[in-house]
C-alpha cells in the first residue's frame, strides 16, 4: 500500500489491497486517494477503476483549491505585503483605522511596543505561520505575561496576519 505523490499539495493515490505497487495496473482492486480539503483536513475517497481516474480526480479538487477565491487573496496580499516588515506594516494599518479611539490607540500602542515588536518587529511579513505564533505564545507563558494581556495580543497579531486590508481571514474580522 504504498502511495504514489504527484506535484506538492496534489495529493496521493494508492491501493490497500495486498498486492505490490508494480502489480497495481493488473489488480482488480479500486484506488483510493488521499487528499487535503478546503479545510485542510485529510480526506479519501475511493472506488476509482484506474490510474489515470484517481489522478483526474485530484487534478480536479487540486484546480478546485487553487481557484478558490480565498486562496487568490491571500495571494495578493502576499504579493502586496509579504516583504514588508511587521513594524512597517502595522505602522500602515493604524493610520487607517479611523475608528480607533484615543483608549483603544494608547492600548494598541501599549502591546506593540511591550509584546509585539520586541518579537516581531523586523519580521518579514510573509515569514509567518503557526509555528512562529506558538513560539510567541511559549515565549509570553516563560516570560510571565498575565492571562488577560494574552488573548488581546494573540488577537492583535492574528488580525493583523489573517485579515489584511480585504478582511478575508481564517480569523473573525470586523
Request: hydrophobic fraction near 35%; charge should be positive.
Amino acid at each position: 500500500m504504498a502511495p504514489r505523490t504527484l506535484a506538492r499539495g496534489m495529493g496521493t493515490f494508492f491501493k490497500t489491497c495486498e498486492h505490490p505497487q508494480a502489480r497495481w495496473s493488473k489488480c482488480p482492486h479500486d484506488y483510493k486517494i488521499r487528499f487535503r480539503n478546503a479545510a485542510g483536513r485529510q480526506t479519501e475517497e475511493s472506488g476509482f477503476a484506474t490510474q489515470d481516474k484517481a489522478i483526474d480526480r485530484l487534478t480536479e479538487i487540486y484546480r478546485a483549491k487553487r481557484e478558490n477565491p480565498w486562496s487568490q487573496s491571500k495571494a495578493e496580499r502576499n504579493r502586496k505585503y509579504g516583504a514588508m516588515n511587521f513594524g512597517t506594516y502595522t505602522e500602515e494599518w493604524k493610520a487607517g483605522q479611523r475608528a480607533l479611539a484615543p483608549a483603544s490607540l494608547r492600548h494598541l500602542d501599549s502591546l506593540l511596543e511591550h509584546h509585539l515588536y520586541p518579537a516581531f518587529h523586523s519580521r518579514r511579513m510573509a515569514t509567518f505561520d503557526h509555528k512562529v505564533v506558538d513560539a510567541f505564545i511559549q515565549t509570553m507563558e516563560r516570560n510571565g505575561v498575565g492571562l488577560a494581556t494574552m488573548p488581546v495580543t494573540l488577537w492583535s497579531v492574528s488580525r493583523w496576519l489573517w485579515c489584511g486590508e480585504g478582511g478575508a481571514g481564517q480569523v473573525a474580522c470586523g
